[in-house]
């Protein structure tokens, strides 16, 4: 059974900061995966897609990684703002038309 | 805009009673729809699969009898939790697929937050 694990599950960093959240799968078998923005109360927005064909991804301020071969990929966040506080959700799809497993989460704060 | 709607977005009911949320597609057509809820500091969790036309096929552990969905058309799913409970007070949220293949992009609605008291 496909499991997401996410660390940390909380991350403070003053503003500016580089910084980067992990997450794990357990099963490689994945067709892709999926970093997610949900703000409190909130639903949820796609950051980034990556094929399993794929190793990373790019949008604006954002990188993500993806090593099948050891189940992880990371998201990267290049200098940091308080608009960015969020937490950051990542899912995986084990295959084309089936449901995303998710992780826990990581909750992210940036202090100005 | 949003193309997947979540309505309604907020829901206080009274134990015992029904409440429906419907999901609905915007701009394109979905033959599968997701249902997922989320209990506070867990993982969203699937709950059921909506597939337009046919029963929906739920996660173990979920009570089909008790979290009813209707997909009746491509753009539409709905979820009743019949007779709520305090502890079905949860984040619900639905998702919808567009595209085939490598382009297949999912989207989520807005979510619903729902307090049974």
């Known amino acids: 059974k496909q499991e997401v694990t996410q660390i940390p599950a909380a991350l403070s960093v003053p503003e500016g900061e580089n910084l980067v959240l992990n997450c794990s799968f357990t099963?490689?078998?994945?067709?892709?995966l999926q970093w997610f923005r949900q703000d409190p109360g909130k639903g949820l927005t796609s950051l980034l897609l990556?094929?399993?064909?794929?190793r990373e991804q790019t949008s604006g301020r954002l990188n993500a990684s993806l090593d099948k071969s050891s189940g992880r990929s990371t998201l990267y966040i290049a200098a940091s703002q308080p608009g960015d506080s969020a937490t950051y959700l990542c899912?995986?799809?084990?295959?084309?038309?089936?449901?995303?497993?998710f992780g826990k989460g990581t909750t992210l704060s940036v202090s100005s | 805009g949003a193309v997947v709607s979540q309505h309604p977005s907020r829901v206080i009911c009274k134990s015992g009673t029904s409440v429906k949320i419907e999901c609905r597609s915007l701009?394109?057509?979905?033959?599968?729809m997701f249902w997922y809820r989320q209990f506070p500091k867990q993982s969203l969790m699937l709950m059921a699969t909506?597939?337009?036309?046919?029963?929906?096929t739920y996660e173990q552990g979920v009570e089909k009898d008790k979290f009813l969905i209707n997909h009746a058309s491509l753009t539409l799913s709905t979820l009743t939790v019949t007779s709520a409970h305090p502890e079905d007070s949860s984040f619900y949220i639905c998702?919808?697929?567009w595209g085939q293949g490598s382009g297949n992009t999912i989207y989520f609605g807005e979510g619903s937050w729902l307090t049974v008291v």
């Open positions: 099963d490689s078998a994945i067709y892709n």
């Open positions: 701009d394109f057509q979905a033959t599968t």
């Open positions: 998702s919808a697929s």
């Open positions: 899912a995986v799809v084990n295959q084309a038309g089936t449901a995303l497993i």
């Open positions: 990556i094929q399993s064909s794929q």
């Open positions: 909506s597939n337009e036309g046919s029963k929906a």
